[in-house]
């Protein structure tokens, strides 16, 4: 899912100037990859040589493949609705 907006990820290859269809934001961000884990040494699981700066904006790292849990058929979009549909109905909202 695009980690801003929460819409599912297009399947295929992300391109590197791709860009979200429902926030237009930047897609080939650190973000939305699989090897991204904040707190490992670069906040990368791979050996990258450059560290990336902006781990939410656009960048040209060859490495970068997305998320699997991010790439869904649209499921985990609706799971993730459900899911805050019964967080906010402990709340009344």
Same mark, same amino acid.
């Given at each position: 899912?695009?980690?801003?907006?929460?819409?599912?990820?297009?399947?295929?290859?992300? #391109?590197?100037?791709?860009?979200?269809?429902? +926030? #237009? %934001?930047?897609?080939?961000? +650190?973000?939305? +990859?699989?090897?991204?884990?904040?707190?490992?040494?670069?906040?990368?699981?791979?050996?990258?040589?450059?560290?990336?700066?902006?781990?939410? %904006?656009?960048?040209?790292?060859?490495?970068?493949?997305?998320?699997?849990?991010?790439?869904?058929?649209?499921?985990?979009?609706?799971?993730?609705?459900?899911?805050?549909?019964?967080?906010?109905?402990?709340?009344?909202?």
């Amino acid at each position: 899912m695009c980690s801003y907006c929460g819409s599912p990820l297009p399947q295929g290859p992300i #391109g590197f100037r791709d860009v979200c269809a429902d +926030c #237009g %934001r930047e897609l080939h961000a +650190c973000r939305h +990859c699989g090897f991204y884990k904040p707190g490992a040494y670069r906040d990368c699981a791979e050996t990258v040589p450059e560290a990336v700066k902006d781990k939410e %904006r656009m960048n040209f790292c060859e490495y970068f493949r997305p998320n699997p849990a991010s790439v869904k058929d649209g499921k985990a979009a609706a799971a993730s609705k459900s899911a805050k549909d019964a967080f906010d109905g402990l709340f009344g909202r």
